[in-house]
């Protein structure tokens, strides 16, 4: 980060951990500018934000763009919404991969991701091998610094019905004083909250921040 202030690059920024952090970025005084790429106009004004409309197919390679010291990214569907097994890896692996690959290219040093937990690329389960793939491809990126935040189940108020997610998440609202931190809700805040830490931060290495961290 420099001296006059960090500029950070935001994915997914109208999702519901992404509108978190796009919140506490825009309300940090370390930020002086934030980046946030977009598949539809961002209702948010700010001085300090940037929000052109792209696709994310193709992806322009323009170095204003892409010039920032850090990276966050927060993508991420399901499959009842993605529709398929492509479009869902479309959605939470190739899109991450493809703003990652145009930052580092273009100098950032730190990147930090909402995964999952459970991400390994050699589970029998799809969504956490897309994830384990996304991490390990990352790793070979080369970044400089790198951190893995692996949620839970997310609590908050999305603008999409999630109903599985919403049943889930009464259960575990009722039973998360009796259960070990790792399997209680992840509030979106918290989440927010270790991504902007680490990537601000820009400590070198690879490291994970698990569920229990963020109940």
Not at 82 to 93: C, I, K, L, Q, T
Not at 109 to 115: E, I, K, N, V, Y
Request: glycine content about 8%; aromatic content about 6%; some cysteine.
């Amino acid at each position: 980060m420099s001296a006059d202030g960090a500029r950070v690059l935001l994915v997914g920024a109208t999702g519901l951990v992404g509108n978190h952090v796009l919140d506490r970025l825009l309300a940090d005084p370390r930020v002086t500018r934030v980046i946030a790429p977009v598949r539809r106009p961002l209702p948010r004004r700010d001085a300090r934000l940037q929000a052109p409309v792209v696709d994310f197919d193709a992806l322009p390679d323009d170095a204003a763009l892409w010039s920032v010291d850090a990276v966050i990214c927060t993508l991420g569907t399901t499959m009842r919404v993605a529709g398929s097994r492509e479009a869902f890896r479309r959605v939470d692996h190739d899109y991450p991969l493809a703003t990652a690959a145009l930052a580092r290219r273009h100098g950032a040093q730190a990147f930090a991701l909402t995964s999952a937990m459970g991400a390994d690329a050699q589970s029998r389960f799809f969504y956490n091998r897309v994830k384990g793939e996304l991490e390990a491809t990352l790793q070979a990126q080369g970044w400089p610094s790198l951190t893995f935040v692996r949620p839970g189940l997310i609590g908050g108020d999305r603008n999409e019905a999630r109903p599985a997610e919403r049943a889930a998440a009464v259960v575990l609202g009722a039973l998360g004083p009796v259960l070990p931190k790792r399997w209680r809700i992840s509030p979106a805040a918290r989440i927010a909250d270790a991504l902007i830490e680490h990537a601000l931060a820009a400590v070198r290495g690879c490291r994970v921040v698990d569920a229990a961290a963020l109940a």
